[in-house]
């Protein structure tokens, strides 16, 4: 038998990274942030509502990267989708009406990235970069660089500032639904099985029956889907809806999808990491502002914990 030493040795800590740093940060700040509020429970459930929507984006970046795909887009198409989303309510008045408007301009977005990447095989890394610019800029010139402000309380409560049982914000309950939905389809359909199996061997995956092309193109038509929620969440919390949304984001959903777990190089993937390494860059974020850190400092350390992430997906690949 093996020596507890030899399993320890063969254990492969970059899966756990994420689960370790996390407590180490929230230690480190605990203790130098206790006076400036960090651990009070208002300040907590700032960073929940804060990377709610990043968390929704890194689920369906995670089926992405799960394929060996990437997805640049995704901050242009919040963008636009709260746009779409802001200009339909003041247009009708109906929630239900600019909600399916917002997710079909991401799905619609999503879907044709997909069916770029499948149809003529270039890499998606090109196409999502190309849409990035694309819908950005359509994002821009829809309103012309201006806000559509939202003045539906209803929506803006049932998906931004409202909260349940009178503590738990509302963006913490549509996070947890989309971690569920995402955990359960990633592990417990063969819908999950063939986007990880997809990733990890594209050949083989086509030769056992797997039709790689559909995988990839549900993919990022999901991404798009979800990023396009997102973007109603960022317009209900704001109450308008502006082309600036979603800036970085794809950055950051892709750092916390690493981080959480998920190889760079596809197949394999983690919802729940995903969601861990979001909170955590969420916690950085907030305890460097709370430290009184500048905008600029913020920016060197997140681009810290990029590469980091991309650093640890290397490692796990070169030990497999």
Not at 63 to 78: E, K, M, R, T
Not at 130 to 137: D, K, L
Not at 185 to 205: D, H, Q, S, V
Not at 258 to 282: E, F, K, N, R, V
Request: aromatic share 8%.
């Amino acid at each position: 038998m093996r020596s507890k030493a030899d399993r320890l040795h063969n254990v492969d800590w970059s899966k756990y990274i994420v689960y370790i740093a996390f407590v180490v940060v929230f230690i480190f700040f605990s203790f130098w942030l206790n006076d400036k509020g960090f651990l009070t429970s208002g300040n907590l459930l700032n960073i929940t509502r804060q990377t709610s929507m990043i968390t929704i984006m890194a689920v369906g970046m995670t089926f992405v990267i799960g394929a060996a795909q990437i997805d640049l887009s995704i901050g242009s198409i919040a963008a636009l989708s709260s746009l779409v989303c802001a200009l339909c309510l003041s247009a009708t008045g109906n929630i239900f009406l600019s909600l399916g408007a917002a997710i079909l301009v991401g799905v619609a977005i999503g879907g044709a990235s997909g069916w770029l990447v499948t149809k003529f095989g270039i890499p998606s890394f090109l196409v999502t970069l190309g849409m990035m610019g694309i819908v950005r800029g359509s994002a821009m010139w829809l309103t012309d660089t201006a806000a559509v402000p939202i003045s539906n309380e209803t929506f803006s409560t049932i998906f931004g500032v409202g909260e349940v049982f009178g503590k738990i914000p509302v963006l913490l309950i549509w996070t947890a639904v989309f971690i569920v939905i995402g955990y359960l389809l990633l592990n417990k359909t063969p819908f999950g099985k063939k986007t990880l199996a997809t990733g990890g061997n594209e050949i083989a995956a086509k030769f056992s029956g797997i039709n790689i092309n559909r995988i990839k193109l549900a993919a990022l038509t999901m991404s798009g889907g979800l990023a396009a929620f997102a973007g109603v969440l960022y317009a209900a919390r704001m109450q308008a809806g502006r082309y600036t949304f979603g800036e970085g984001d794809e950055m950051s959903a892709i750092a916390a999808v690493i981080l959480g777990g998920t190889s760079l190089a596809g197949g394999t993937g983690s919802i729940i990491g995903a969601l861990i390494g979001s909170l955590l860059m969420g916690m950085i974020n907030n305890g460097l502002i709370l430290g009184g850190l500048s905008v600029s400092q913020q920016t060197i350390v997140r681009g810290v914990i990029i590469i980091l992430a991309v650093a640890l997906s290397n490692i796990s690949r070169k030990k497999k």
